[in-house]
């Protein structure tokens, strides 16, 4: 198992137990609230500054535990410019399972780390004739940190987070590799939750 793969599983082991435990223990019915948020990205692929489209959707079940699901792409195909190659185009796209935990809140201010762990796809084409040059399947993990503020309400949120894209399983993308798939994200985000 790679170290990247090791490193994501533990964190993982870390935020899933301590969410559970941090519930609160009391008598009242565990709250559940719907949650569907859209963000954007800034990001880098193969060197590449990038811009990155998100959708989440899942539930908040009580105070600190998030489980959902979210995914993310190109909204429009990156053009590389790599030294010793014709133009190409770069489209990328992944999404996953996803779990929170909030690990620090005022009425109008939380803080929550994630993990994404999912799959995705990236396909390489000739810029000038659309001609494919190579795709795969990866697998991801995407730990994050984000801050979140309530704008109304509780009921519409903006936040900001910071994560890093770890992306392994690339093999026939035409000389691009995993490590050019990597890479830290600064996003914003706008979400709604429902009772």
Do not use: K
């Not at 990247?4 to 301590?18: E, G």
């Not at 990328?92 to 399972?97: K, N």
């Not at 993308?173 to 050019?180: F, H, K, M, N, V």
């Amino acid at each position: 198992m790679s170290r990247v793969a090791r490193c994501t599983l533990q964190v993982l082991a870390l935020i899933v137990p301590s969410g559970l435990a941090a519930q609160d223990r009391t008598d009242e019915p565990t709250r559940v609230e719907g949650s569907l948020e859209a963000s954007l990205a800034a990001s880098t692929l193969a060197g590449t500054a990038s811009p990155l489209w998100g959708l989440g959707v899942g539930i908040w079940m009580g105070d600190r535990l998030f489980l959902g699901g979210r995914g993310a792409g190109l909204p429009t195909a990156l053009e590389l410019d790599r030294p010793g190659r014709d133009p190409e185009r770069l489209d990328f796209g992944y999404g996953g399972l996803q779990v929170r935990v909030r690990t620090w809140t005022t009425p109008t201010l939380d803080i929550d780390v994630g993990l994404l762990v999912g799959a995705g796809r990236a396909r390489l084409r000739d810029a000038l004739v659309g001609i494919e040059q190579g795709a795969d399947n990866l697998v991801v993990s995407e730990p994050a940190l984000r801050l979140r503020r309530s704008l109304w309400e509780d009921r519409l949120h903006g936040g900001v987070a910071l994560a890093y894209r770890m992306v392994w399983g690339v093999e026939d993308l035409a000389g691009l590799s995993a490590d050019d798939l990597h890479g830290p994200s600064l996003s914003v985000s706008l979400s709604v939750e429902r009772r």
